[in-house]
């Protein structure tokens, strides 16, 4: 059983950047490929980024590529996501989640575990 607790979320105007974090409980936290989706109101949820057990593979939707970078810290369980020149279109509630796998999948419904999400909001 994992729980990931994701924070950092914020308002922030357009070019400007924010740092999610997402903890994760448990001593299995560095066998887990971990991934970031996000929610828009009346849209479906999609995959933004992942990065493998290891941290040395990160895949990322071609929307935020450039622009967004996912790390992890196995020492402290915890992912993030460094998200650099924001845009109104990132304004989405923003989830962690873990996926029981070597490579990190790009569907929601391949990961195990989810946080609670925290929204981000980027003023025009």
């Known amino acids: 059983q994992v729980q990931l607790v994701e924070s950092g979320g914020g308002l922030v105007q357009a070019g400007g950047s924010l740092r999610l974090s997402c903890v994760a409980s448990g001593r299995t936290f560095s066998r887990y490929a971990m991934g970031w989706f996000r929610q828009a109101p009346g849209k479906e949820r999609e995959f933004v980024a992942g990065?493998?057990?290891?941290?040395?593979?990160?895949y990322y939707a071609d929307s935020v590529k450039g622009r967004f970078a996912i790390s992890r810290d196995n020492a402290k369980n915890t992912v993030y996501l460094q998200m650099d020149i924001l845009k109104p279109e990132d304004t989405a509630v923003y989830y962690c989640?873990?996926?029981?796998?070597?490579?990190?999948?790009?569907?929601?419904?391949?990961?195990?575990?989810w946080g609670q999400g925290t929204q981000v909001t980027v003023s025009s």
């Open positions: 989640a873990a996926d029981l796998t070597v490579v990190p999948g790009v569907r929601w419904y391949e990961y195990d575990y």
């Open positions: 990065i493998n057990w290891s941290g040395d593979r990160t």
